[in-house]
C-alpha cells in the first residue's frame, strides 16, 4: 500500500510539474524583449515573485489531487478535470508569453478558473485536505485575472 502511494505522488508531482516545466522552457525563451516593453500597473508584483509562489502552488495541487486519489470515494472523472486543468494551466504561458496574446491568454485564464473552481467542488465533497490545498491556487490565479485584464488595458 505504501508503495502505491508513493508512487501514485510521484506520478502526479511529475504530470503536475510537467506544467511548470513546458510553461517555464516558453517563458524563458519568449518572454523578453515583449514582456519588458508591456506597459505594467503599479499592482504588478517584481519577476522574482512569481518562481517561488507557483513553485508553492504546484505542490500544493499535487497534494491535493493526491489526497483526492487516496480518498475512499475518489472518482475519475475529477481526475481527468484535473489533468485537464493542468492542460489549460500549460496552455496560458504559451498563448501569453510564447503567442504574446494577451486577449487570447484572458480567454485561457477564465477557462482555467472555472476548471479550478470545478475541483475545489468536487474536492470538498470528497476531501477537505484538498479543498484548502486549492484555494491560495484559486486566489493567485485570481489575481493574475486582474493582472492580465490590466496588461489588456494598458497595451
Known sequence: MLKNKFFSFVLFLVITYSASFIGGLVTISLKEPWYSQLIKSN???????FAP???????????AIWFFWNSKNRDMKTVYIYFI???????WSIVFFGLHQILLALAV??????????????????????YYLM????LWCCYALFLNINLLILN
Open 43 to 49: 499592482y504588478n508584483p517584481p519577476d522574482w515573485v
Open 53 to 63: 509562489v507557483w513553485t508553492t502552488l504546484y505542490l500544493m495541487m499535487t497534494l
Open 85 to 91: 486543468h493542468i492542460v489549460f494551466n500549460t496552455t
Open 109 to 130: 485564464l477564465m477557462i482555467l478558473i472555472f476548471l479550478i473552481v470545478i475541483l475545489i467542488i468536487r474536492f470538498k465533497r470528497v476531501n477537505s485536505v484538498s
Open 135 to 138: 484555494i491560495p491556487y484559486l
